[in-house]
């Protein structure tokens, strides 16, 4: 089955420098990969995802790329802003969307 | 913020007791998938249901169980509650089982005494 690592688990920047995030997968069917964001106490959000057809999406501050032949997604935030504190889980799905496999997840703190 | 509600909130059981949770999808939403999520940890696929029918099962025993009702709500149940099982139940609703993008819910925090 599908395995997800991420790295780090821990992250600390300085409010205004970028964040970079980084999974790899190990089922090359896999083809859906999302981001999602959890603020303590909170819900997952989904911030941004990418399908395999593509190499790299962009959504204001935040980009996600892949490289399938290396099977590994980074997730990029830019200009970082305290708000930007939360746990960043990465996902990979098979394409039949019925089994997410996330990573453990990667503590960003932004540092005012 | 999406349309996704659970409930209880949370829920105090005690070892070998049975649990129910519920999970109302989104609007236009007819997939829901529940997952676990232990301190400190990534959310666990538990299993998804597709127009009423099970799609898909994780590395869960079955004692975890679920349904789905014609109007997509979704209830997970627990028999035989474990130490264990304490945790963040979420699920999380989407348009079709085929690479629907997924919005949870507010979760339930279950702990088993």
């Known amino acids: 089955g599908e395995n997800v690592e991420q790295h780090p688990s821990t992250l600390s920047v300085q409010e205004g420098d970028s964040a970079v995030i980084k999974c790899t997968y190990s089922?090359?069917?896999?083809?859906?990969f999302p981001w999602y964001k959890q603020e303590l106490g909170k819900r997952p959000q989904l911030i941004i995802d990418?399908?395999?057809?593509?190499g790299e999406k962009k959504d204001q501050r935040i980009a996600v790329t892949l490289n399938k032949t290396a099977k590994h997604f980074s997730l990029h935030i830019t200009e970082t802003q305290p708000e930007d504190s939360a746990v960043y889980f990465c996902?990979?799905?098979?394409?039949?969307?019925?089994?997410?496999?996330f990573g453990p997840g990667t503590r960003l703190s932004v540092l005012p | 913020e999406t349309g996704v509600t659970q409930s209880p909130t949370h829920l105090i059981k005690t070892r070998g007791q049975q649990v129910t949770l519920r999970c109302s999808s989104q609007?236009?939403?007819?997939?829901v998938s529940w997952y676990q999520q232990a301190l400190g940890q990534g959310p666990q696929f538990i299993f998804q249901?597709?127009?009423?029918?099970?799609?898909g099962r994780g590395n869960f025993p079955p004692r975890f169980s679920g349904l789905q009702f014609p109007n997509y709500s979704s209830e997970l149940n627990v028999n035989a509650l474990e130490l264990d099982d304490s945790a963040l139940y979420l699920c999380?609703?989407?348009?079709?089982?085929?690479?629907?993008?997924?919005?949870f819910g507010p979760g339930t925090r279950l702990t088993v005494t």
């Open positions: 609007s236009g939403h007819n997939t």
């Open positions: 249901y597709y127009r009423e029918e099970e799609n």
């Open positions: 996902a990979a799905s098979p394409g039949y969307g019925q089994n997410f496999v």
């Open positions: 999380a609703s989407s348009f079709g089982s085929f690479e629907g993008e997924q919005y």
């Open positions: 089922d090359s069917a896999s083809n859906y």
């Open positions: 990418i399908r395999s057809n593509v």
